[in-house]
């Protein structure tokens, strides 16, 4: 099986910041892309950044600047830096890995989410 963990989300005041992680373990034979998504109240998901094999990076037009993806291949985990917080930031992010796993399917596997609160 195929496992994504995320960590690091909370409340934080309007112009902070935080660093998301999300850990891939299980039967994985290899990661092509990973990335951050996020679904605000009332909103639909949305693409927030990622991250793929190549180091490629991009971004949503709204958290260009100010967030920051980065991956490190040899513990499956990548990292959303987030900085400049603002309170539309509030969202629920959740980790997406496009992953091969060790019997050869290719699959998009979900984090099962956390909690980001910018609020003051």
């Known amino acids: 099986q195929v496992q994504l963990v995320e960590s690091g989300g909370g409340l934080v005041q309007p112009g902070g910041s935080l660093r998301l992680s999300c850990a891939a373990s299980?039967?994985?034979?290899?990661?092509?892309?990973m990335g951050w998504y996020r679904q605000g109240p009332g909103k639909e998901r949305e693409l927030v950044a990622g991250i793929f094999s190549g180091g490629r990076t991009n971004y949503a037009d709204s958290v260009k600047g100010r967030f920051t993806i980065s991956r490190d291949s040899a513990k499956k985990t990548a990292f959303l830096q987030m900085n400049s917080l603002k309170p539309e930031d509030t969202a629920v992010y959740y980790c997406n890995a496009n992953i091969v796993t060790s019997w050869g399917a290719l699959g998009d596997y979900w984090g099962q989410g956390t909690q980001v609160t910018v609020s003051s």
């Open positions: 299980g039967r994985i034979a290899g990661i092509n892309a």
